[in-house]
């Protein structure tokens, strides 16, 4: 018969804590834990401030009414708006200087470019299906016929833009310095390139500044950028000097 | 030998941090002494597989950290206190220690049960379920301690890990450290020569990249003795002896 003595306290109130602390991991997670494989990954994709609540509201929120925009006015607002949103995403999804457990995290045997690589991706998925979503809510405006071309068409400015936020936001440590250098950078692509491509004295329809997304001649530069920028983000992810 | 170095050296640009030092460390307590600049955490940085070194030969836990499937293997059986404690705000305490334990690939079913022995290790259980931005430093200070124990490690790194501890929990961290050096290789990175006199089995003083004297805290405590050393207590004595030799000697 046990008797208190043969009781290990210390066991118990261990057992007991772990039951009544234990988290219990929503739905979300626990999917994510199953396609990637790894319930340490799953975590950390969770973790970014990228995929909060209050950031997916605000890029719904702002492609909604990009979306709404164009119903009224046949401006192409969601392809054009959605690289920007995805870059703002980017940039507060990770690296060192964002992320303030970056070094503890270096030292944890799930990879902190395959986090990294993740939440990135995971940022650029739910930027594309908000675009989507935004863009089925066009169908039936006089833009109809360009919605399967501005839908596709923005994945690889988005991609570009993307990359450049990020590597800005881990170059220079500040997710702010990233998505303001993104925003910035895709604006002037598109106001560039409209200026470039609108003819003299024809009404402005603003599908001269749909340019930006459905010109052929810009996929290369595109992907070039995209290129640079990975590279950019690997050379700075690199170990850094102690502080000793 | 859990950690083999052999002439491993780091360098920044022209400046060298660390400078071919060899070192083989087993099971028990080792204190890393050594003044600002010594290279006392790149070392770490680079025995925690943060940092690879620039030449030399490292070794961790029998196995080669050049190599992903061994670097990932070491990382696994590794627990890292950096100096420099970055933390999630709205994590509370367990969330950051259970985030810590699946980063390090521990099956998810232990997971719960070595979140609250380590929290309870560090004596943090009643502010288990508080976010980290309502906790004093000293607290934040044994997060961190808890988050490296929580896989049960072979090889525990501690970089100044009594900063912010009040006495009593710098008393309870050496017990602790002790503890674990009993079935672990644990070096403990610190400016306190107290902590090493009361913790550590071996002792090795950092200088210029340079490791200039390994031994116990008694023999580091006789170089004061018999030294030109300068300080309240001998261990404080054998330190300045030491690093006065070793500046004359460079």
Request: with cysteine; aromatic share 6%; glycine share 8%.
């Amino acid at each position: 018969m046990t008797t208190p003595d043969d009781v290990d306290l210390d066991r118990v109130w261990t057992n007991v804590a772990a039951e009544v602390w234990r988290r219990h991991p929503g739905r979300l997670e626990r999917t994510a834990a199953k396609l990637l494989r790894s319930p340490g990954l799953a975590r950390a994709l969770l973790t970014t401030p990228s995929l909060l609540l209050p950031w997916l509201i605000a890029s719904t929120l702002v492609l909604a009414v990009g979306a709404l925009a164009q119903v009224g006015a046949n401006q192409p607002l969601v392809g054009l708006l959605a690289p920007a949103v995805a870059a703002v995403g980017i940039a507060y999804a990770y690296g060192p200087g964002i992320d303030p457990a970056w070094e503890l995290a270096c030292s944890c045997a799930v990879s902190d470019r395959l986090v990294l690589l993740t939440r990135s991706v995971a940022v650029f998925a739910v930027n594309a299906m908000l675009g989507l979503a935004a863009t089925a809510v066009t169908l039936g405006t006089r833009a109809e016929t360009h919605t399967a071309q501005l839908t596709f068409g923005w994945l690889l400015p988005m991609t570009a833009v993307c990359a450049l936020t990020l590597a800005i936001a881990v170059a220079f440590r500040s997710a702010v310095v990233g998505a303001g250098a993104g925003v910035a950078a895709w604006l002037i692509v598109v106001f560039a390139r409209g200026t470039f491509s609108a003819a003299p004295g024809t009404p402005d329809t603003g599908a001269h500044l749909a340019a930006a997304i459905t010109d052929p001649n810009l996929y290369l530069p595109y992907l070039a950028v995209a290129a640079c920028c990975a590279a950019v983000v690997y050379y700075a992810t690199r170990p850094q000097r102690g502080t000793q | 030998m859990n950690i083999e170095l052999s002439d491993i050296t780091r360098r920044f640009g022209r400046n060298v941090a660390v400078d071919g030092v060899t070192l083989d460390v087993g099971t028990g307590v080792l204190g890393l002494l050594g003044p600002n600049g010594a290279g006392k955490t790149s070392l770490l940085r680079m025995l925690a597989t943060i940092l690879p070194p620039s030449s030399g030969h490292l070794t961790l836990l029998g196995r080669d950290p050049r190599k992903p499937a061994d670097r990932r293997e070491i990382r696994r059986r590794l627990g890292y206190l950096p100096q420099n404690l970055g933390y999630y705000p709205s994590f509370t305490v367990v969330e950051f220690v259970e985030y810590f334990a699946l980063l390090k690939e521990m099956p998810p079913h232990l997971v719960p049960k070595a979140v609250a022995a380590a929290i309870e290790k560090v004596d943090l259980g009643p502010k288990a379920r508080a976010k980290l931005r309502t906790l004093s430093g000293g607290m934040l200070r044994r997060v961190g301690i808890a988050q490296a124990i929580v896989n049960e490690p072979e090889l525990l790194l501690f970089d100044e890990p009594t900063a912010g501890l009040d006495p009593e929990q710098r008393v309870a961290f050496r017990a602790l450290i002790r503890d674990l050096g009993q079935t672990a290789t644990v070096i403990v990175s610190t400016h306190l020569v107290e902590d090493v006199g009361a913790a550590c089995s071996e002792v090795a003083l950092m200088s210029n990249g340079k490791v200039v004297f390994r031994g116990t805290p008694e023999e580091l405590t006789a170089r004061g003795e018999a030294g030109q050393g300068v300080g309240d207590a001998p261990l404080e004595r054998g330190y300045s002896a030491i690093l006065a030799a070793a500046r004359s000697a460079s």
